[in-house]
Each structure stands twice: as structure tokens, then as C-alpha cells.
């Protein structure tokens, strides 16, 4: 599985409040809460954002409430993957299971700033930047978890008869 993208940076301790405010929360429309994914520290973000990106973050990416509302707006906002220093638990899990793919690989996150292009592939567990040149390892995702993501999530999973 593979990802290609500009890059979209943020720091540290992004918490799922600024990544889709609780304002927000009495929908279940996912365009909806994409279309204020991340106001509340980038009023640029939907925007800017275009199908494909790849969101960069610091440490603890994903910290706060454990709702699923957050992941879901990063993916609905465009982007296919985030890649972090390190996630919150439960955001790293709710991700994988509505299928947004994330990885941790603080050396990438050193490595990429706003704008590159960045590359990915799941498989080789490698991650490409394409404006510099440089290239930087990860855990390859196992198959099982690539499988829920090329479905769309866990839910999509099961219905299609992916996962038992």
C-alpha cells in the first residue's frame, strides 16, 4: 500500500478538540466535520488540504476524548495518512479502525517540512521525501491492519468478509 502527498505539518499535543472542535459534534455527517477539521488551529486547513496529503505531527498526536469524530475528519478533510512522533492510544486504534492510515517515525517527522512531497510505502515500511531526497524507516504495517484500511475500516471490513 502506497501514499503520495504534500505535506501538512503540525507540533506537538495536537488534541482531537482542535482537530474537530466539540461544537461540531452533533453531526454524523462526515463532510461536515470535515469542513471544520483543524479550525481551531489552522483556520487555512480546508482550504488548503487537497485528496491525497499527508498530515505530519509531534508527539502525542490524537490526545484528549477518544472520539471517533477526529479521525474521521482528518480522512473526510482529504488526507491519507498522518504521520507523527507518537499518538495518542486510542486515537492510534479509532484511525486504524475507520481507516485512516498513521504511522509514528519521529526521524521522518524531523526530516519533513511543510509542503514536501512525501511518499510512503506501508509495505516496505519506508517513507520517502521526495523534496529532499531522503528517505526514512518505519515499521512495515502488518497485513491484517493494511487489509482494514484498503476497505475503508474495520466496520467495512467485516461486511465484506475480510475479517472473521
Not at 480546508?46 to 480522512?75: L, T, W
Not at 486510542?90 to 479502525?97: A, E, M, T, V
Not at 517527522?109 to 520517502?128: C, K, N, P, Q, R
Amino acid at each position: 500500500m502506497k501514499f503520495a502527498g504534500k505535506s501538512i505539518c503540525y507540533g506537538d499535543n495536537v488534541d482531537t478538540d482542535v482537530i474537530i472542535p466539540a461544537r461540531y459534534l452533533n453531526t454524523i455527517d462526515k463532510k461536515e466535520l470535515a469542513s471544520h477539521c483543524m479550525e481551531d488551529i489552522d483556520k487555512t486547513f480546508v482550504q488548503r488540504v487537497e485528496a491525497g496529503d499527508i498530515m505530519v505531527a509531534g508527539y502525542n498526536f490524537g490526545c484528549g476524548s477518544s472520539r471517533e469524530h477526529a479521525p474521521i475528519a482528518i480522512k473526510e478533510s482529504g488526507i491519507f495518512l498522518v504521520i507523527a512522533r507518537s499518538f495518542a492510544r486510542i486515537f492510534y486504534r479509532n484511525s486504524i479502525n475507520i481507516g485512516l492510515a498513521i504511522l509514528e517515525c519521529p526521524e521522518a517527522v524531523d526530516g519533513i517540512s511543510e509542503g514536501d512531497i512525501v511518499e510512503a510505502d506501508l509495505d516496505a515500511g519506508v517513507i520517502y521525501n521526495r523534496t529532499t531526497g531522503k528517505s526514512f524507516q518505519t515499521k512495515p504495517f502488518p497485513a491484517f491492519i493494511q487489509q482494514i484500511i484498503e476497505n475503508g475500516g474495520l466496520v467495512e471490513s467485516i461486511k465484506k468478509g475480510a475479517i472473521h
